[in-house]
Each structure stands twice: as C-alpha cells, then as structure tokens.
C-alpha cells in the first residue's frame, strides 16, 4: 500500500507538473488563459479584425480581482527583411507597460540587448533563429511588411535591441516583438485598438469558469470569448490523451492497492475461522463479525497511508525543490506542439490531488475488505470449531 501510495504521488505529480508547465508557456506565447477577440479571429486570423476598445477591456480585466493580469496584443503574419534577405514570421505588436518576462515567453528569454522601452520606438525583438537567417544583430536594421486592416501592404524599418532564444528552432526562426503603438500607427489602427486581449489567472483550472464571466461582462456582438482548450486545440488535445493515459495508470494502481489488501485479509479470515466460530459460539452475531473485519481494513488502510506517508513526503520534497534532470534523455530543450517543456522533472500536487489520493485509498481498503468480511461470519459455528 505505501508503494501504491507513493507511485500514485508520483504519476499524478509528474503529470500535473507537466501540464501546468505546458499551459503556463503556452498561455505566455500569446493568448493567456482566456482571449476576447473579434468574432471569426480564430478561423481566420488577420489584422482586419480587432477590437477597437481592446485597452479599454485591457483595464477592466485588470481591475477584476479574480484575474492575474491582462495585456492587449497585436498579433499578424509580417515579412522580415534586410538588404539581403527575407523571412516570413508572426508578428507581436506588445506594450512594455503593461507586458514582461512573466507575461511574455519572448521577452523572458532575451539572451542579448534588452526589450524595448517606449511604445512608440523603432525597435524590435527578433529571435536568435530569425536573426542568423537575417544575418542581423543588435543595432541592425529590420525591415517589416505587413497587409494593414485595409488590405494594403506597409512597411515600416525598426533596430534590432532585443535577441531571444526559446531552445525551439520554429519558434526562435518566426516570430518577432514591436512596440505595440508603433504597430498601431502603421496599421491605421486607433488608440487602444489591437487584435486581442489575453488574461492571465492565477489558476488555469478556473478557465472555464473565468470564460463564462468574462463572456458575460465584457462579450458581446463582434466578441467572443475563449479558453486555451480553444484558442490552442492541439495541445489541449495532446493534454487530454496524457491524462487519460495517467487516469489509466492510477486505475491499476489501485488495483494493485486493492489486490494486496485483499489477500492479507482473506488470509487473515481464513486462519481465524477458529476464532470466529468460538466468537459467534458464545454469542457474536456475523454482523459484528463482519463490522470487526471492515474495522480491521480500515486500520490496515490508515496504517498503509501513514507508512506511505513517510516514503512519499521526502521524495516530494527532493522533486519539488530539486527534480531530476533527464535533459540527457529528451534534449535540453524540448517542445510540444511549438509549447516549450521544462527538461526537469518535478513533481506538483493540487490539494484536491492529494486528498484524492487519500480518500482513494481508504474506499479501496474498505471494498477490499467486504468479501474477507462477509466470509468471516457466513460459516456456522460448529463447522468452524471443527476446523
């Protein structure tokens, strides 16, 4: 049972780490938790639609205590260019205001110059990928165009000040940070205006619950309001099939649980069928004896959770506070789905996770119990004390 317990801590660890890390990244690659968006933006993404009150839903979203923080975004496919060459990428019109490393993976992982600092600067943030292919580096030159909301072509010259490094080649080689003003201008947009409004909360299992009262504060004609689930499918289905798998594993698990605590007590019915028929010989009815079999599967549960208790909570603490690096199995780096992965493994338990454990364990001892329980008090007492 300690075993049982101790693999249940890990398997459920491990893969709610796994996919907290996922969600948090993939939520700081663009759309946050939950996205206001113009209505139709997801099936066909496009600087024709926005939002034209995007900051000030921005502002409102970020005076609601129940969300971490919000950040409006531009968000385009643009060419890159120098006197040489050319890259098409995805284009990031961001407000360093409002916006840093813990809302922006890209801005979290610049390894050369620094992000810009005004919202109206003829800067821009490329990655390490983008800028070999450029063949670029800081204070160089960039020449960006893009389609605006009118459907024609503009192009705009920004400086290289900010070089960032992911560790995922397609992402490093396409994507790239402007001030979201200086986009803004460009476009023909207005002020305030962008394509999306990302919202961060402290919780990504309240998304659903976020989205529904986001929906019906601030959605409307012309809205719509999503979840990661939506705004980032394929990883929400590559989430789903793990966790299914992990559901499976927990499953046998506890069969293994519940096989072993039905054996000892059976075991221990079978070698006290003796003791048993003296104690209904003198009285004891096969409820009491049944009820002192359940009592006995309890005790072995609580027993079994505590030693479990001991072998888990400092192999908890080790994974929680240091992990296991198995970079040298999967790479330094790695990603899913374009989603960066933490190369090292730990383990982090919800309470809910926890007392489900808990409570698991305990019904499964209980269920063990019932047969051992029932046989104790089925045999008359004369053939038991023949026995």
């Known amino acids: ?117 005004a ?8 990655g390490r990928g983008m800028a070999q292919k450029l063949g670029v580096g800081l204070k160089k030159r960039v020449v960006y165009t893009l389609v605006d909301e009118h459907g024609e072509l503009v192009s705009d010259v920004a400086r290289v000040v900010g070089i960032f490094d992911t560790g995922v080649m397609e992402v490093d080689s396409g994507v790239a940070l402007l001030p979201i003003d200086t986009v803004r201008r460009l476009l023909g947009y207005g002020e305030g205006q962008a394509t999306m409004v990302s919202v961060f909360l402290a919780d990504h299992r309240q998304a659903d619950a976020a989205r529904e009262r986001i929906a019906a504060e601030h959605g409307g004609e012309g809205r719509e309001v999503l979840t990661w689930k939506q705004t980032q499918p394929e990883l929400a289905g590559i989430i789903a099939m793990d966790r299914t798998m992990n559901y499976i594993i927990q499953i046998l698990i506890g069969l293994l649980i519940g096989a072993g605590v039905f054996n000892t007590l059976l075991m ?60 040298s199995i999967q790479g330094s780096q790695t990603s899913v789905n374009g989603v960066l992965v933490d190369p090292i493994m730990r383990l982090l338990l919800y309470p809910s996770s926890m007392v489900a454990i808990l409570c698991g364990v305990l019904v499964l001892t209980v269920l063990a119990g019932l047969y051992p329980a029932w046989q104790a008090g089925r045999v008359p007492p004369v053939e038991s004390l023949k026995a």
């Open 1 to 117: 049972m300690a075993f049982g317990v101790w693999l249940a801590v890990t398997f459920i660890g491990v893969g709610e780490n796994s996919y907290s890390g996922m969600l948090e990244t993939g939520a700081r690659m663009g759309a946050g938790h939950v996205t206001i968006q113009p209505a139709g933006y997801q099936d066909a993404p496009g600087l024709d639609r926005s939002l034209p009150d995007a900051e000030a839903l921005r502002g409102a979203l970020a005076a609601d205590p129940t969300v971490s923080r919000a950040v409006a975004r531009v968000l385009g496919q643009a060419m890159f260019a120098t006197a040489r060459r050319s890259v098409g990428g995805a284009l990031f019109g961001v407000d360093p205001r409002h916006e840093g490393a813990e809302d922006s993976v890209f801005l979290g992982a610049i390894v050369e110059g620094a992000p810009f600092d």
């Open 119 to 126: 919202t109206d600067a003829k800067q821009i943030v490329i």
């Open 268 to 327: 221990s019915v079978l070698e006290r069928r003796r003791e048993f028929g003296v104690m209904m010989a003198i009285g004891a009815r096969p409820l009491e004896l049944f009820e002192l079999v359940i009592a006995e599967s309890v005790l072995v549960g609580l027993a079994g959770l505590l030693v479990g208790a001991l072998l888990t909570i400092p192999w908890y603490w080790f994974m929680t506070t240091h992990g296991i690096d198995i970079s």
